[in-house]
């Protein structure tokens, strides 16, 4: 398994005093016709300032285009540029987990429904929630994507944009999709004109290349440090904890965001770290062990618990101002899952920290290499069966 990086020393949180709360902006008045001018003047005392308009709700501020938001991608974001100007059929975005994929393929999807709308901010806004009814995203239920699931997506290519004249369809992880690719392919292929497909992938297998053959390929990196950390600071994250967030995570963009927001993450990271110490060959000492690397994964899950109670609040706001609510389904189903892969990330990261330790020990001679053979394996296999939706 590849070498993780290894956590900025704990002394990084200390994040000191917090910004200043900025200066509440000066309202501007509005101009006044000048044949209005003198009655407004006649009523108003010369001492009182008129009030400040209302400020436009948040909700209809402009968000611009939204791919200048997809970080650390710019080879990817310059071919996505050019391919809004002549849509093909299918694309294929491929990346590693935690580079960014699903919002990137939300926010192609925004530019691609703005394009030919008359109100591209809401377009654009309604993608970015994932709650336009004409962004369709399919998660895979359980290890892969069920053949029932396939055949959905290939139903919902062929009606009719709601909205408007465009529809986008997401498909997460069709890596896994060995059974359903085969339904896929005749609708990936060649889909009505008014649907364009976008899959997500981490690695073109076996199963799928067939299916990937009939797309426009898009490659997404790993994302490095001072990516995560550049992006952390933009969002507002003190300098201290982005580099440590960014550090310990791996390369995910949601997980640096998680980490960012845990204050309790650099205790965890010292807690696996001290798990070795405690094993001593015994039953109890190993159930132990478990017992407290699930409270770890149940702890990183907390932060995102928090921010799901935002979203969906924020959810059922977009519904009430644009009268939809067809994402909220699919939003409850993205959580479910986003939480799985919180936690599964964490015992990740602390199997990572566990073999850096092992290692560092066969190199200083604390350790047989012929044991840190054994164990480095041990510690990969279980990685692996976390990637494929084993049990925590």
Not at 8 to 37: H, I, M, N, R
Not at 200 to 221: G, I, K, P, Y
Request: hydrophobic residues 45%; aromatic residues 4%; contains cysteine.
């Amino acid at each position: 398994m590849p070498e993780a990086a290894e956590p900025a020393p704990l002394s990084l949180f200390d994040f000191g005093d917090p910004p200043p709360a900025p200066e509440p902006a000066q309202g501007v008045a509005e101009a006044v016709p000048a044949d209005e001018a003198a009655p407004a003047a006649a009523t108003t005392p010369a001492s009182a300032a008129p009030p400040p308009p209302p400020a436009p709700p948040v909700d209809e501020a402009p968000v611009g285009n939204l791919l200048d938001g997809i970080v650390g991608q710019p080879a990817a974001v310059d071919r996505l540029r050019a391919a809004l100007a002549s849509p093909l059929p299918s694309y294929l975005f491929v990346g590693p987990a935690g580079a960014g994929l699903r919002g990137a393929a939300c926010r192609f999807a925004g530019e691609l429904l703005a394009a030919r709308s008359a109100t591209p901010e809401r377009e654009r806004r309604l993608a970015l929630a994932e709650q336009h009814p004409d962004l369709l995203v399919f998660d895979r239920v359980g290890a892969a994507m069920t053949a029932e699931q396939a055949r959905e997506a290939v139903r919902a290519a062929a009606a009719a944009p709601v909205a408007g004249e465009q529809k986008v369809i997401v498909l997460c992880d069709v890596d896994r999709a060995a059974l359903s690719a085969p339904i896929l392919l005749k609708s990936v292929e060649e889909p009505p004109p008014s649907c364009v497909f976008v899959l997500l992938a981490e690695e073109v297998n076996r199963s799928m290349e067939t299916l990937a053959s009939r797309c426009a390929r898009v490659d997404f990196e790993s994302l490095g440090d001072a990516d995560l950390q550049a992006l952390l600071v933009a969002e507002g994250i003190e300098h201290g904890r982005a580099s440590f967030a960014a550090a310990a995570a791996g390369g995910s963009i949601d997980r640096a965001r998680l980490l960012a927001s845990d204050d309790d993450a650099a205790v965890r990271i010292e807690t696996w770290r001290g798990l070795r110490g405690t094993l001593n060959g015994t039953a109890s000492a190993a159930m132990a062990a478990v017992d407290a690397a699930l409270e770890a994964a149940e702890q990183a899950a907390a932060p995102l618990e928090a921010r799901h109670e935002a979203e969906r609040a924020a959810a059922d706001e977009q519904a009430e101002l644009y009268g939809t609510n067809v994402g909220r389904s699919s939003l409850d189903e993205r959580h479910r899952r986003e939480l799985r892969r919180v936690r599964t990330d964490e015992i990740t990261m602390g199997l990572a920290v566990l073999a850096s330790q092992i290692r560092d020990e066969s190199a200083n001679g604390s350790l047989r290499a012929e044991s840190a053979a054994v164990q480095l394996d041990a510690i990969g296999d279980a990685a692996e069966a976390l990637r494929f939706n084993a049990n925590q």
